[in-house]
């Protein structure tokens, strides 16, 4: 693996989660009767929002120079730290049967990364 696809595996790691943690932020401190247009509006919102979207894109660029058996059980491990994200820093109650289904997602995820790279040559491709 290319130090370039790692670093990028791990670009959107971390802009998935600080994506998503900064759309909940500004989600729940929206004015209460803002409404869905106007919460859009707020900072932490177009942050989330912009982050998102360059997590998209940079996804989108890792699966052209990454197989999908690769990047799905790497980036997995998005699940676990948007969990500890919401429960560390926005006071989310994060009971133990999410918490399950959260390990359950990532591993299963994660089992796929240990099967063989498929080749070229390989002919049950």
């Known amino acids: 693996m290319k130090p370039a696809t790692l670093l990028l595996t791990a670009a959107v790691v971390v802009l998935n989660v600080l994506g998503n943690f900064a759309l909940g932020w500004g989600m729940k401190h929206a004015p209460a009767g803002a409404g869905p247009i106007l919460s859009l509006l707020q900072p932490f919102v177009i942050l989330g929002i912009v982050t998102l979207i360059a997590w998209t894109l940079l996804r989108i660029k890792l699966l052209g120079l990454a197989d999908l058996s690769y ?53 049950k491709r």
């Open 71 to 123: 990047v799905l059980p790497v980036t997995a491990i998005g699940y676990i730290l948007n969990a500890v994200m919401g429960a560390a820093f926005m006071n989310e109650h994060v009971s133990l049967q999410r918490w399950g289904g959260t390990v359950l997602i990532f591993a299963g995820a994660a089992m796929t990364g240990f099967t063989p790279v498929a080749t070229d040559e390989d002919p």
